[in-house]
């Protein structure tokens, strides 16, 4: 597998990674691992963090509020299936007839 470098809208080098998909792959999903990390190089607390900002975690955090996800994201006994969050990459892939 190819190496992968992540870097930030600014050029700096956050890491070293091993890709676990390919680039086709990667442009499909819309959240996924995309590589192991090997080697940080940033340093920590260097930026603000960011997370739980991205729409997935919004969504969740709505489900949460609503009550239909317990506080670890899981479903509540009221709700038989996990509710559908993001679409999965074979849904994008998917062609309509």
Same mark, same amino acid.
């Given at each position: !597998?190819?190496?992968?470098?992540? !870097?930030?809208?600014?050029? +700096? @080098?956050? =890491?070293?990674?091993?890709?676990?998909?390919? @680039?086709? +792959? !990667?442009?499909?999903?819309? %959240?996924? #691992?995309? @590589?192991? #990390?090997?080697?940080?190089? !940033?340093?920590?607390?260097?930026? %603000? $963090?960011?997370?739980?900002?991205?729409?997935? =975690?919004? +969504?969740?955090?709505?489900?949460?509020?609503?009550?239909?996800?317990?506080?670890?994201?899981?479903?509540?006994?009221?709700? /038989? *299936? $996990?509710?559908?969050? /993001?679409?999965? *990459?074979?849904?994008?892939?998917?062609?309509?007839?």
């Amino acid at each position: !597998m190819p190496w992968l470098l992540p !870097m930030t809208t600014k050029g +700096e @080098a956050i =890491a070293i990674g091993i890709t676990q998909m390919n @680039a086709v +792959e !990667m442009l499909s999903c819309d %959240h996924d #691992v995309v @590589a192991k #990390v090997k080697r940080c190089i !940033m340093e920590r607390d260097l930026y %603000h $963090r960011r997370w739980c900002l991205g729409p997935v =975690a919004l +969504e969740k955090k709505k489900l949460k509020s609503d009550g239909k996800l317990d506080k670890f994201g899981r479903p509540n006994a009221d709700r /038989a *299936s $996990r509710p559908s969050l /993001a679409p999965s *990459s074979r849904d994008l892939l998917r062609v309509p007839p």
